[in-house]
């Protein structure tokens, strides 16, 4: 079975600095990861995506993700954070043959003057 | 490329009464198509999966006599609240995808959702 738990449903950085956003998954078989973003009123977009090549995923916007199999993560990172990074984030794990997306609860940011 | 459409954004409509939502994908062929549901402050949970010209699978506990889904063209598929009642006011997304796309067959791309209020 497929599960994705995101650990913090708010966080709150300064402009300008650092963003972690946590993902753990559970996966019978070798999984494959995304991240989506969601603005408001806004469909979700494609961040990045792991799919079993590069474990360091880099995506738009400036953010990457690393795929650590022996700690079941896929943590969100990007170095430095803008205003415009305000929003939603939901971690996805695929079903088997891509068939169907199971999300994590999602994180909402919020990024500070 | 790959955008998906969904309408109405917002409905309201009175308990009993039916409503129908629509996904539309305005520059690729969808070959499948998934209707979400998102509770407030939740995530999304896959609701049915449909393939064009064929019968739509639901997710276990999702009545299919209540959303009805039909996806008669590679463009659009629809979902349809029947006898909709407040307990079902959600807010609801459709993505589509497409194993036509070369470089990431599987990738399923999101409608801005529909916004669902029943009284």
């Known amino acids: 079975a497929q599960s994705v738990t995101q650990l913090d449903s708010h966080v709150s950085v300064s402009e300008g600095t650092p963003v972690l956003l946590r993902c753990n998954y559970s996966?019978?078989?070798?999984?494959?990861l995304f991240w989506y973003v969601q603005h408001p009123n806004k469909g979700l977009q494609l961040l990045l995506k792991?799919?079993?090549?590069?474990?360091l995923v880099k995506g738009i916007n400036g953010f990457e993700a690393e795929f650590k199999k022996s700690e079941t993560s896929f943590h969100l990172t990007k170095p430095s954070a803008h205003m415009s990074d305000a929003a939603e984030y939901f971690c996805v794990v695929s079903g088997y043959n891509f068939n169907k997306f199971y999300f994590g609860s999602g994180t909402k940011l919020n990024v500070k003057p | 490329g790959a955008v998906v459409s969904q309408h109405p954004s917002r409905v309201i409509c009175k308990s009993g009464t039916s409503v129908k939502i629509e996904c539309r994908s305005l520059?690729?062929?969808?070959?499948?198509m998934f209707w979400y549901r998102q509770f407030p402050k939740k995530s999304l949970m896959l609701m049915a999966t449909s393939n064009e010209g064929s019968k739509a699978t639901y997710e276990q506990g999702v009545e299919k006599d209540k959303f009805l889904i039909n996806h008669a063209s590679l463009t659009l598929s629809t979902l349809t609240v029947t006898s909709a009642h407040p307990e079902d006011s959600s807010f609801y997304i459709c993505?589509?995808?497409?194993?036509?796309?070369?470089?990431?067959?599987?990738?399923?791309?999101f409608g801005p959702g529909t916004r669902l209020t029943v009284t």
């Open positions: 792991y799919t079993s090549a590069a474990t």
């Open positions: 520059d690729f062929q969808a070959t499948t």
């Open positions: 996966s019978s078989y070798s999984p494959s």
């Open positions: 993505s589509a995808r497409t194993i036509r796309d070369r470089t990431f067959p599987y990738e399923q791309y």
